[in-house]
């Protein structure tokens, strides 16, 4: 009796073990993560609980009315601020700061007036890789503005160039760097609605190229089923945390008309508007 449960208890240590080896690590996690502000009224909760995985490649769409912290989840995955509580690992380490394996592109462009679009994805490519000759770093810069419809453009500088146009130097400056994960905040949500489609568009081209993780912010449901492969839905503030994920489930390469024919993608257009105009209404 001894030997058996001796002999038991060793197999039963060995699949613990090897459970726990076995266990992957998400590329990207978002732990029990919860953000609190000090204000004279007292502490302000802005997100609480937050929970997700993203796979290596995907593409990610967070809507969520006004309010709900997305922005500031966002912000906690590219560096720029901290969770009160919780973490933010990417292949397993830590987010405390923000690297170039991480990437931006802002709603206003971020762009250096006084330079041209060829200086302002050169100074990216330069600071990330300081080491490499001027030839293959120029190499790079041309490529990426290349790969935007852009090289003609190279030496305007962005008071020349069409919101379309600074956009796309944005995306390809961030590109440049070869990040793991690119962070869209709203990038298309100041374009008229012809240019919105073009850069979809072209996001999508580019993101089948390169295939990094992309999390992007947006208010537009069609956006996001055209171009996500999952829509992370937000509760209101304060104290917002993800309602709902869902998957969207049309195959790639994607073709818009294709798509808006599909009886499926006017099934989750509801779901989602009756998730942020019923479930999650925002109060006035």
């Known amino acids: ?3 058996r449960s001796l002999n038991f208890s060793a197999t039963e240590a060995t699949q613990k073990s090897t459970t726990t080896t ?3 690590e998400p590329f990207l996690a978002i732990e029990n993560v919860s953000k609190v502000y000090p204000t004279k009224k007292g502490p ?3 997100l609480q609980n937050v929970n997700l995985t ?3 490649g995907e593409f990610i769409c967070v809507i969520g009315h006004s309010g709900c912290g997305k922005s500031t989840l966002l912000n906690m995955v590219s560096g720029f601020a901290h969770p009160t509580s919780g973490e933010v690992r990417l292949q397993g380490k830590q987010i405390t700061e923000p690297g170039p394996d991480r990437m931006v592109v802002f709603q206003n462009y971020a762009l250096l007036p006084w330079r041209t679009a060829f200086e302002n994805i050169y100074l990216a490519v330069h600071a990330v890789y300081p080491n490499k000759p001027q030839a293959e770093k120029r190499a790079i810069v041309r490529e990426n503005l290349a790969m935007v419809g852009l090289l003609e453009a190279a030496d305007k500088k962005p008071p020349q160039l069409s919101g379309g146009m600074k956009q796309r130097v944005s995306i390809a400056r961030a590109l440049a760097i070869r990040p793991q994960v690119l962070i869209l905040d709203e990038p298309f949500g100041a374009l ?5 489609e073009e850069l979809q568009e072209e996001l999508l081209k580019i993101w089948n190229d390169h295939r990094c993780t992309v999390l992007m912010i947006t208010h537009d449901i069609d956006e996001a089923l055209f171009l996500a492969d999952k ?5 209101n503030g304060p ?3 993800i309602g709902e994920v869902m998957r969207i489930p049309f195959p790639r390469p994607r073709d818009r008309v294709r798509i808006m024919e599909d009886p499926l993608y006017y099934n989750l257009r509801n779901q989602a508007l009756d998730f942020l105009y019923h479930r999650f209404a925002h109060d006035e």
């Open 1 to 3: 009796m001894v030997n």
């Open 22 to 24: 076995t266990r992957r």
């Open 44 to 46: 302000y909760t802005v």
């Open 54 to 56: 993203v796979g290596q």
């Open 192 to 196: 008229d609605a012809i240019t919105k």
């Open 231 to 235: 829509l992370v839905m937000m509760t």
């Open 239 to 241: 104290a917002a945390t």
